[in-house]
């Protein structure tokens, strides 16, 4: 069994006076796991290449590694020429200096993109990956049938125990925004799972906000679906609510170090939104 308690380091009070992207230090330590999130992106829109621009900036402070897809990543048309103007232009700085990016299917997705390259899904819809001490599950939660089910529960018995265990996929288990709000029947599905196997950190999007959601069942839950698009006054927050902001395009900077997960929420023109640290007790 293990037991997550949530840190708030000292420099985090300052943020309601609109704590810069660049004040905010990462402890940067070696072998550490760093990486960015990013959903609902993929507009073709001036506000999704304003955000990818951040996070070109983002990463001269912070020099992470890859950034994973939590599904929406080409809306309508989905076209070569889509592709590219939604994608491969967009975060084309940061492909170039060899950030990989680990897609999951939303809503919104053509089910061809599995096959995308760049996407890096190699031709499935769900699948797994690790990265220092962390695995990843990358889910489609636009089918949850038992398959899938069945396929999570062995990978996540067979991840290592001590190894931190993050889940992505599109549509969040709980939210406080009131355009969809939370997918009860994927909750019903994936949180015994969850629970039984010791899931750490779940991010989400869908909804087009960013939100953190005060620990359920001792699992942290985050959405962050404003990368792209942007439903304003969408957040209505709740008691499940920790942060939430819902007035400008978002992303995340994560890194895992040990058993210390730091987090950084950056909006479209660079004011830190959220941040702090969660830490992990093992027995």
Not at 58 to 71: C, E, K, S, V
Not at 105 to 116: A, Q, R, S
Not at 125 to 139: A, M
Not at 239 to 251: M, N, V
Request: negative net charge; charged residues 20%; glycine residues 8%.
């Amino acid at each position: 069994m293990q037991r997550r308690i949530f840190l708030w380091l000292g420099i985090f009070t300052v943020l309601a006076a609109g704590l810069r992207a660049d004040e905010f230090k990462f402890p940067l330590k070696p072998n550490s796991v760093r990486f960015a999130v990013i959903g609902d992106m993929g507009t073709g829109d001036q506000p999704q290449y304003e955000t990818a621009q951040q996070m070109l900036k983002a990463r001269q402070a912070y020099p992470f590694d890859f950034a994973i897809m939590l599904g929406d990543n080409i809306y309508g048309s989905s076209k070569p020429v889509d592709f590219d103007h939604k994608f491969a232009v967009p975060y084309k700085p940061l492909i170039d200096a060899g950030v990989k990016f680990y897609a999951s299917l939303g809503n919104h997705d053509n089910t061809n993109e599995i096959f995308y390259k760049s996407f890096n899904m190699n031709g499935e819809s769900y699948y797994t990956y690790k990265k220092g001490n962390v695995h990843f599950f990358v889910l489609n939660s636009n089918y949850m049938d038992q398959k899938q089910l069945a396929w999570l529960e062995t990978q996540l018995q067979s991840a290592g125990k001590t190894d931190w265990k993050v889940c992505y996929f599109h549509h969040p288990l709980y939210t406080s925004a009131k355009f969809h709000g939370p997918s009860l029947d994927l909750r019903q599905s994936l949180e015994p799972l969850f629970i039984k196997y010791g899931v750490d950190v779940v991010f989400s999007g869908h909804e087009h906000v960013y939100e953190r959601v005060h620990p359920q069942h001792g699992v942290y839950y985050f959405t962050e679906g404003a990368s792209g698009s942007l439903r304003p006054g969408n957040l209505t927050p709740s008691a499940i609510t920790d942060k939430g902001f819902d007035t400008d395009r978002t992303f995340m900077l994560i890194e895992i170090a040990g058993d210390d997960m730091y987090f950084q929420t950056i909006s479209r023109t660079g004011d830190t939104v959220d941040a702090g640290a969660i830490h992990r007790n093992i027995h």
